[in-house]
């Protein structure tokens, strides 16, 4: 079993940058594909990004595209999501989560974080 701890959240300016830590506990974290997600309150909450167990392979909604990048250390047992660019509308709680199966979807991950707040001010 994996158990995620994010860290790294804050409250940041229109156009700044924060970068989300997430630190997987568990002998078999890099057998697993992490992801990010995102809830806004009174939201559903919403794929964000994921990365498979080797780094490998990425994937991003398309409403951070080219603004998020997710990253892994395996050596660390750490998963990154860098932001840059924030927008008002990327305020929510943000959520770190693995998966050994396929798919974006909150059903398609096992193990969640407690999540971290994000705030952006315009």
């Known amino acids: 079993q994996v158990q995620p701890v994010e860290s790294g959240g804050g409250l940041v300016q229109a156009g700044g940058s924060l970068r989300l830590s997430c630190a997987a506990s568990g002998r078999t974290v890099r057998n697993y594909d992490m992801g990010w997600f995102r809830q806004a309150p009174g939201k559903e909450r919403e794929f964000v990004a994921r990365?498979?167990?080797?780094?490998?392979?990425?994937n991003y909604a398309d409403s951070v595209k080219g603004r998020f990048t997710i990253s892994r250390d395996n050596v660390k047992n750490t998963v990154y999501l860098q932001m840059n660019s924030l927008k008002p509308e990327d305020t929510a709680v943000y959520y770190c989560?693995?998966?050994?199966?396929?798919?974006?979807?909150?059903?398609?991950?096992?193990?969640w974080g407690q999540g971290t707040q994000v705030t952006v001010s315009s």
């Open positions: 990365i498979s167990w080797n780094g490998g392979s990425t």
């Open positions: 989560a693995a998966s050994l199966s396929l798919g974006s979807r909150p059903s398609d991950f096992s193990s």
